[in-house]
């Protein structure tokens, strides 16, 4: 049965399409439709005329993820599939980008982008995943939303903190961690320390969360405020922020409340089974991950989130392992404030990070193994079906001890010939053999390796531990 594949490069409003073989040969060159109800039609009808003509054969689309531009065309391709014999699948642009790449494509243009994204379904067809239901598509959208409310948030809070700098900086010392309501409820009756230290103290206790006695001290410390501006524009400038943050708040957490309800997948009630993963971070490392099939191995999921350890060294030639912090800076925020959680509440993760402090790591670079341990059994849940067990960790830590305090295997790689002293080999190439040499050594087993250890046992005690 003969294989067709159609690229679609989608731009706002319109899509240019392009038909190929299995050969990579134009078999219908490059067309343009409006993503209008006529647009659709005319797809549907130039795809069924093509397939009238090649009769007995699949035809295999695909769309860029473009922010939800490919969106319509999408689900109408996917409506196709109950009258023609298509299948459709969503790319991520970087793979597509890479692979037009090494296919040494210079210029790029509408038409050429949609034929790469034809010639990517042919070279990666193992990458490709074609019309997988998305469980998660409304809570996503509803999360980006969040997203977008709480960055308009920290804006307007930044700039409530510069502006109360001058206006009074007696209540900054109330905002280290955040503003509080009560500060805001504050500010929205009394912006300036002027007008805060001509307030009754009985009125300023009114406000939630403000006695009587802090109330005394907050008027008392605006009769003695620094501040420099007391005009009418600054106060009206803090009531209006103020108000702006109470009400942003208001809606994240309404959204957020909704978002926890009408999410109810296994796969978020089974990380809620990890104490330090509640409603919301369960929904948004879920949205991240959408399937744990897609990573073969544990490597592959811990590299996606770019908490994987690489090897940097710096001029003066000293070197060391960090993280990587590849990929997307979203994902790792998540699983950063897991981590947070995690340490003070999730026994497991808090004796590891206790005991890299000890052995006198520095703070972030423990959380940073802390959320690598996290994934790590994030995947083991995820990929087994079983909820958090303290116990099933403890298991396969003895076991990873017990394997590296056995004798080192020797390198498959070399099983047909050993490391030959007279090659002509680097003096770089040449430590790295010694090295391994004294590592798999009878008596350095028996008395431990303390001089000389490879990277790859380093990197393993960093984070199997």
Request: aromatic share 8%; glycine share 4%; charged share 25%.
């Amino acid at each position: 049965m003969a294989s067709f594949y159609m690229g679609i490069d989608v731009s706002k409003g319109y899509s240019d399409f392009v038909i190929i073989n299995h050969q990579k040969q134009t078999v219908m060159e490059n067309f343009q439709l409006d993503d209008t109800f006529q647009g659709h039609s005319q797809l549907y009808e130039i795809l069924q005329d093509f397939l009238a003509k090649h009769k007995e054969a699949a035809l295999y689309a695909a769309v860029e993820s473009t922010g939800g531009f490919e969106n319509n065309w999408y689900q109408k391709l996917v409506s196709f599939q109950a009258l023609l014999p298509i299948q459709t699948a969503r790319l991520n642009p970087k793979g597509v980008m890479h692979n037009s790449k090494a296919d040494l494509t210079r210029n790029k243009t509408d038409k050429i982008s949609a034929k790469s994204v034809a010639e990517y379904l042919i070279s990666h067809p193992e990458k490709v995943r074609y019309q997988q239901e998305d469980p998660l598509a409304s809570s996503r959208k509803q999360w980006s939303f969040v997203q977008m409310l709480t960055k308009q948030c920290t804006q307007i809070l930044n700039q409530l903190h510069s502006t109360l700098y001058t206006a009074n900086p007696e209540l900054l010392r109330f905002c280290r961690n955040g503003i509080p309501d009560w500060v805001l409820n504050l500010l929205m009756k009394y912006p300036t320390a002027k007008q805060l230290a001509r307030a009754n103290e009985k009125t300023v206790a009114k406000i939630p969360y403000i006695t009587v006695e802090r109330a005394q001290k907050l008027i008392a410390a605006a009769k003695d405020s620094v501040a420099s501006s007391d005009d009418e524009v600054s106060a009206q400038l803090i009531i209006s922020m103020a108000t702006q943050i109470q009400h942003l708040r208001k809606h994240i957490d309404a959204q957020n409340k909704l978002m926890a309800k009408q999410c109810d997948l296994p796969e978020v009630q089974l990380l809620k089974t990890f104490v330090g993963i509640g409603d919301i971070l369960s929904i948004g490392l879920m949205i991240e991950i959408q399937s744990i099939a897609r990573f073969k191995t544990v490597k592959q999921f811990g590299a996606f989130w770019g908490v994987h350890p690489v090897y940097k060294i710096s001029g003066d030639g000293s070197g060391s392992f960090k993280m990587s912090k590849q990929g997307r800076g979203q994902p790792r925020r998540l699983l950063y404030l897991v981590a947070l959680t995690a340490i003070n509440h999730n026994s497991v993760i808090k004796s590891l990070y206790e005991y890299h402090l000890k052995k006198g790591r520095e703070k972030m670079d423990a959380i940073g193994i802390c959320m690598h341990k996290i994934l790590r059994i994030i995947y083991g849940m995820l990929k087994n079906n079983t909820a958090f067990d303290p116990q099933i960790d403890d298991k396969n830590r003895k076991r990873i001890i017990k394997s590296q305090n056995s004798i080192p295997k020797k390198d498959k790689s070399r099983r047909f010939q050993d490391y030959d002293a007279d090659a002509p080999i680097s003096c770089k190439q040449n430590k790295k053999r010694m090295e391994r040499e004294q590592s798999q050594s009878i008596k350095n087993t028996e008395r431990g390796i303390s001089e000389l250890v490879p990277l790859g046992s380093i990197l393993t005690a960093m984070f199997n531990k």
